[in-house]
């Protein structure tokens, strides 16, 4: 059983930067993709950034240029790195990580960005 595990949520100001990591139980090569999920209240779970297994990136329009996706293939821990924070990312933050067979989500994190 796959268990993701995140940290490095908050209470951060406008502007400001957060670094969320989520650490898998296994090893992260034998994911497709693992990637960043959030949800706001009162809104849907919507995809933020993503990074296959070859390391390809793909980010949501909002926050291109803003976040950066990695990965620590060392330490099976893929990383968000979140720049220039606005209230509009205030959000649970979660992990994804794809197999073939099923999805695998962490806990959620709180993010929120005062103005």
């Known amino acids: 059983q796959v268990q993701l595990v995140e940290s490095g949520g908050g209470l951060v100001q406008a502007g400001g930067s957060l670094r969320l990591s989520c650490a898998a139980s296994?090893?992260?090569?034998?994911?497709?993709?693992m990637g960043w999920y959030r949800q706001a209240p009162g809104r849907q779970r919507e995809l933020v950034a993503e990074i296959t297994s070859g390391a390809g990136t793909r980010y949501v329009d909002s926050v291109k240029g803003r976040f950066t996706i990695s990965r620590d293939n060392a330490k099976n821990t893929v990383y968000l790195q979140m720049n220039s924070l606005k209230p509009e990312d205030t959000a649970v933050y979660y992990c994804i990580a794809q197999t073939d067979f099923a999805d695998y989500w962490g806990q959620g994190t709180q993010v929120t960005v005062s103005s």
């Open positions: 296994g090893s992260i090569f034998s994911f497709n993709a």
